[in-house]
């Protein structure tokens, strides 16, 4: 084991202890609200069983919607469990297990990386292929501009070839088909929203909203921002583009019934692989509140 993650489980144990005998959580007016990317079966089994110990009920992101939208207080603990870009090993290591214990999902799902199999980052954190781009060594990815990082990546794409990791078009319909799962919407390329021109958020949210409405056939309301990055005009254009619920990544708060900003909805992150007291301690979002990014 890891000194990294034993050094995670005697501080998440002792967060989580803290949290179960100090906690703010009111169950009457807080929603819990978290979000994996490609978890280990382990870590999502985990923490959900955990979560349920501890007198968690969850629900799906529609029912969500109805209770935001009502504003009344709510019956027991509460919470969320979201994933986002839906990785394919999502298949095998999370969906048998939400099934298995009831836990109502929704992935949110990017159009493009779902037909080419990777997500762009996959090009721009790969050593082999930034060496040919030797001008890109010192830059954060993620400040590029969306046509410069789209220049950059079809020749990117031309050098190198990555195997598929995210889900296929016939993998999301059918899982678009189950009933505890909800697939939702996240961009066309999985941009910097920010980073976009009026035309390419028209594209990345309303089109590619339009898109997963027909792979899919259901009517997708929800959303996540890329990143966790948006700004008031990717609020205005994704309200246009027929979403009425949104997931930042703030961290360390808990969705409130009475003053939620639906279009800004905060989760805690817990990451793919750290052990189970660090995966509780992240999940409740004590872990955030005191390693403040
Ligand atoms: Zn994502």
Same mark, same amino acid.
């Given at each position: 084991m890891s000194i990294r993650i034993v050094f995670g489980n005697i501080t998440g144990a002792i967060l989580t202890l803290g949290w179960n005998l100090f906690n703010k959580f009111n169950p009457k007016q807080h929603i819990l609200s978290l979000y994996l990317h490609n978890p280990q079966k382990n870590v999502f089994e985990n923490t959900v069983l955990y979560l349920k110990k501890k007198g968690f009920r969850f629900i799906s992101t529609d029912d969500l919607q109805k209770l935001l939208e009502q504003k009344k207080s709510l019956q027991g603990r509460t919470a969320i469990v979201t994933l986002d /870009? %839906?990785?394919? /090993?999502n298949l095998q290591n999370v969906i048998p297990i939400a099934e298995k214990h009831q836990v109502p999902i929704t992935i949110f799902t990017p159009i493009q990386p779902v037909e080419e199999g990777v997500m762009w980052l996959r090009w721009f954190r790969d050593k082999e292929t930034l060496s040919k781009f030797p001008e890109l060594a010192n830059q954060n990815p993620k400040r590029l501009s969306t046509s410069r990082r789209n220049e950059y990546w079809t020749k990117m794409k031309e050098q190198k070839r990555f195997e598929r990791e995210i889900m296929t078009i016939n993998e999301v319909q059918s899982l678009a088909k189950l009933p505890f799962v909800t697939i939702g919407g996240h961009t066309?390329?999985? $941009? *910097?929203? $920010?980073?976009?021109?009026p035309e390419e958020l028209e594209s990345e949210l309303v089109d590619a909203g339009q898109t997963m409405r027909t792979w899919t056939g259901t009517d997708i309301h929800v959303m996540a921002y890329p990143n966790g990055d948006f700004n008031n005009e990717v609020i205005a254009v994704s309200k246009r583009a027929g979403f009425d619920m949104a997931f930042t990544? &703030? &961290?360390?708060r808990y969705i409130d *019934?009475?003053? %939620?900003d639906l279009m800004r909805l905060p989760r805690n992150c817990v990451p793919n692989a750290f052990g189970r007291q660090e995966s509780r301690a992240r999940a409740l979002g004590v872990w955030q509140k005191v390693f403040k990014k």
């Open positions: /870009d %839906a990785w394919r /090993d066309y390329s999985h $941009p *910097i929203l $920010p980073n976009c021109t990544t &703030e &961290e360390g *019934i009475r003053h %939620a």
